[in-house]
């Protein structure tokens, strides 16, 4: 499995459903370089929570003139195609998009291979708190926390970090169904 190219994303989703996403970011490391970055705010098509707006500060009125998923995955796909998926606490971001894939009835993959910085944390920093915020903190990566395109840029700076220490992701690949039926292979 070629493991010199990684795409790290993050979503913010409107409301605690988790099932649309009202902000993504990826940003891409070939080679070890972080070479490409991409974010967007997306129209969920959904009410907003309080909770979720005062996290992201992001709001019906951000969205009003913002692309649908169903516009933003036509330039997304290749991107998430292109490599190794990474998100900080995957399982979230992942199942978040395969929400949003199902809610728009679009076919992507049956599965993707995926890796996750706080399950390679808790290899490489035991005993440690694998929160992005004190992740960042303790690698003096700059944050500006649950905001999806600084999320992803951390989340894809911490990957380099853990590589840099020693880590191998390819001891730490896991694989999501996008199947319907089943949340894990």
Request: proline fraction near 4%; charged fraction near 20%.
């Amino acid at each position: 499995m070629n493991l010199s190219r990684f795409v790290a994303f993050d979503v913010e989703t409107p409301n605690r459903m988790n099932n649309r996403m009202s902000a993504i970011g990826i940003t891409v490391i070939d080679d070890g370089k972080i070479s490409e970055e991409f974010y967007s705010l997306i129209n969920p098509q959904q009410r907003f929570d309080y909770f979720n707006i005062g996290l992201t500060g992001i709001d019906e009125a951000a969205v009003k003139d913002a692309p649908v998923f169903p516009e933003i995955w036509t330039k997304i796909e290749p991107l998430l195609s292109s490599g190794m998926l990474v998100a900080h606490n995957a399982v979230f971001d992942m199942g978040v998009l395969k929400k949003c894939l199902q809610a728009y009835d679009i076919e992507w993959k049956p599965y993707v291979r995926y890796l996750c910085t706080v399950q390679m944390g808790k290899r490489v920093l035991p005993g440690m708190s694998h929160k992005l915020n004190v992740l960042c903190d303790h690698y003096g990566i700059e944050l500006d926390h649950h905001q999806a395109d600084s999320d992803s840029l951390a989340c894809a700076k911490i990957l380099l970090r853990y590589i840099e220490d020693g880590a191998d992701p390819g001891q730490c690949i896991r694989t999501y169904s996008f199947d319907s039926l089943h949340s894990f292979v």
